[in-house]
Structures are given as structure tokens and as C-alpha cells.
T-cell receptor
């Protein structure tokens, strides 16, 4: 059965304290793995698409990586405005959404 | 930039009313989706459409119907609103071959049914 699990559920960081969010997945045929950012009361905002193991994508302080079983979203020197919920989404025969990691960055 | 717009940000309706939620995308995407998002339950797919006049049920279609008369517009209809349909409703669109392309989301409609 295709599934995706995100960890941790919540992460509290100090401004400038780098860390990583994890997305573990199992899928019979990966079409794409997507990362989104969602602010409270708003729709998810697309960040990255990864298609194959070894692929990496970067945007400002964020870097997404992919292996055959996991994806990581690395956050380098985060700022308070990076506080949001980050969603990992599995694209297979059926699109599967992770539960998200709530990130809090304190100034 | 891809833009997905939804007709209302906030909506309050009474039990039993017929409710229309409209979504428009400007990227010529083939696929369009309706989700609801509830605390602790994440995003759940209600319906999706891969072409004009075509629709497929998602995971929770009961109590909802959809309409897609034009490629850029996808409507969600609550035939007789109930309190358990109070939720955040999100519309999304993507290119064809679902699962291979990212979905772009609208801002959401917070619906309250009293």
C-alpha cells in the first residue's frame, strides 16, 4: 500500500538553527514527490518536485533531497517567516498527502 | 505565475441550503481537484476532473457533486448543507497525468454551516 509519513509532527527552532524535516514513503510507482508550504488559513504553496533518487532542489533557505525511501527538507539558518506547516505529497497512482510538520521558528 | 482563485474566502450557510463553491484556474490545466481540510485529518479528496464534463469520485464524495462545463472552471456543490460539512475547502489544478505534476492550490474557502 502506498503511504507517506512525516516526522516530526512539530519542530521548534531558534532563528539560525538549521534542521531537517523527514518524509518516509512507500510507493509502487513513484511519479513525483512534492513539497508544499502551508500558512494557517491558506492554501498550500508549491515548493519543489523531485522525481528520482539523488535529485536535489533548492530555494532560498530550503533544500529538498530524495532517496528511494525518504525525502528530506533541509532548512538552513531559518527565520521566523519560515514558520509554517510543510507538507510532503506522494504522486503515484493516487496522490497521497502527508500529515505535515509544523515548524515554529523563534526570533 | 499559476493562479487558482476561489469565489469566496469565507462563507456562512444554514443547514439544508444548497451551496456553490467556484474555482477558476488560468494555466490551461487539464486536471482540477476539490479537497477539504480538517484538523487532524489532513487533506481529503472529494472529487477531481481530468477533462471538461468528466469527473471522478475521490475519497469522500458523499453529500457533494461537481460540475465542469469549461476547462478553467470547476464547481463544488453541496446539495443540502449539513453541519458536518463545516470545513476548509481547497481547489487545485495540475497538468495531466495526475501524480506526475505538482498541483497548484487556491486560497481556500472557509465554510461554516450553522
Amino acid at each position: 500500500e502506498d503511504q507517506v509519513t512525516q516526522s516530526p509532527e512539530a519542530l521548534r527552532l531558534q532563528e539560525g538553527e538549521s534542521s531537517s524535516l523527514n518524509c518516509s514513503y512507500t510507493v509502487s510507482g513513484l511519479r513525483g514527490l512534492f513539497w508544499y508550504r502551508q500558512d494557517p488559513g491558506k492554501g498550500p504553496e508549491f515548493l519543489f518536485t523531485l522525481y528520482s533518487a539523488g535529485e536535489e532542489k533548492e530555494k532560498e533557505r530550503l533544500k529538498a533531497t530524495l532517496t528511494k525511501k525518504e525525502s528530506f527538507l533541509h532548512i538552513t539558518a531559518p527565520k521566523p517567516e519560515d514558520s509554517a506547516t510543510y507538507l510532503c505529497v506522494l504522486g503515484g497512482f493516487k496522490t497521497i498527502f502527508g500529515a505535515g510538520t509544523r515548524l515554529f521558528v523563534k526570533a | 505565475d499559476v493562479k487558482v482563485t476561489q469565489s469566496s474566502r469565507y462563507l456562512v450557510k444554514r443547514t439544508g441550503e444548497k451551496v456553490f463553491l467556484e474555482c477558476v484556474q488560468d494555466m490551461d490545466h487539464e486536471n482540477m481537484f476539490w479537497y477539504r481540510q480538517d484538523p487532524g485529518l489532513g487533506l481529503r479528496l472529494i472529487y477531481f476532473s481530468y477533462d471538461v464534463k468528466m469527473k471522478e469520485k475521490g475519497d469522500i464524495p458523499e453529500g457533494y457533486s461537481v460540475s465542469r462545463e469549461k476547462k478553467e472552471r470547476f464547481s463544488l456543490i453541496l446539495e443540502s448543507a449539513s453541519t458536518n460539512q463545516t470545513s476548509m475547502y481547497l481547489c487545485a489544478s495540475s497538468f495531466a497525468l495526475a501524480g506526475s505534476y505538482e498541483q497548484y492550490f487556491g486560497p481556500g474557502t472557509r465554510l461554516t454551516v450553522t
